[in-house]
């Protein structure tokens, strides 16, 4: 579980620092371009980003003083200072605050990173580091594209997280997934990714759910690359913004239908 934290650590690294260098390339009009996430701004994106950060170190360093989580009302008061900011504010605060949690990640020595248990507060127990980070990494690189997507239709997830989602993929898909837009009917689904290639299964009846292995007789089979299927997952699949090597084969299930399944958040 201590590769995985590095690894974990590594990418959000990567992710600071990538965005870090977008945002300083953005003048103010571009911070108030609509983003790829439903009504917000570009700059509203970075104050989603840097208000998490500020709570997850908070979080992170409640687990090493044994203080345990933030309470609700200190979440609160991040969130109305942040959203009283101005744009550039927000653009300048998120690269501070996001670095501070990256580097909070970094001082962790092998020992915490294998045993540290952090407490999120939404969770029935307290969590590794690789999960943690893991969550983390997961919302930063999909709001990360949010912020690409305003200046570019064509943008993708960073490559050097898809693998590290693609694993911990399951973990929400029953959060993601709405199982009753389909009115009632039953789908199995085979999913092959490629950029990395996988192959399982996804199966929508009573709830969402992923298995291991693609089903023997699928309904359909959806062919994408890996990023795709992430966007796929967290409602970032319009037209527009959907690749034309994604397919989907079979008469069971339209790709809007699918589309339909994941609405986003």
Not at 68 to 74: K, Q
Not at 88 to 107: H, I, K, M, N, P
Not at 165 to 172: I, P, R, S
Request: aromatic residues 6%; negative net charge; charged residues 20%.
């Amino acid at each position: 579980m201590t590769e995985r934290a590095d690894r974990t650590i590594h990418a959000l690294r990567s992710g600071h620092d990538y965005l870090t260098a977008v945002v300083h390339g953005l003048a103010t009009a571009d911070l108030r371009r609509p983003s790829g996430a439903s009504d917000w701004d570009v700059s509203q994106v970075l104050s989603h980003l840097g208000s998490g950060a500020e709570i997850g170190l908070a979080t992170l360093e409640g687990a090493l003083g044994g203080t345990g989580a933030p309470d609700g009302e200190f979440n609160k008061s991040v969130w109305a200072r942040w959203n009283a900011m101005s744009p550039v504010e927000r653009a300048e605060a998120f690269v501070t605050a996001d670095e501070a949690l990256v580097s909070g990640y970094e001082a962790l020595d092998p020992q915490a990173r294998k045993d540290l248990r952090i407490d999120l507060g939404f969770l029935p127990v307290p969590v590794d580091v690789a999960t943690v980070g893991g969550l983390r990494l997961g919302e930063f690189t999909h709001h990360t594209w949010d912020v690409e997507v305003a200046f570019d239709h064509a943008a993708a997830l960073a490559p050097v997280a898809v693998e590290l989602l693609l694993d911990q993929a399951g973990m929400l898909i029953g959060f993601l997934g709405k199982a009753d837009v389909l009115g009632g009917r039953s789908v199995r689904l085979a999913v092959r990714t490629h950029q990395p290639e996988r192959s399982f299964g996804l199966v929508v009846h009573d709830a969402v759910q992923l298995a291991d292995e693609e089903p023997l007789q699928p309904d359909a089979v959806l062919r994408a690359p890996a990023e795709w299927w992430l966007r796929l997952t967290t409602g970032r699949h319009a037209p527009v913004y959907t690749p034309a090597e994604v397919a989907l084969d079979g008469d069971s299930l339209t790709l809007d239908e699918l589309r339909s399944i994941f609405p986003g958040f």
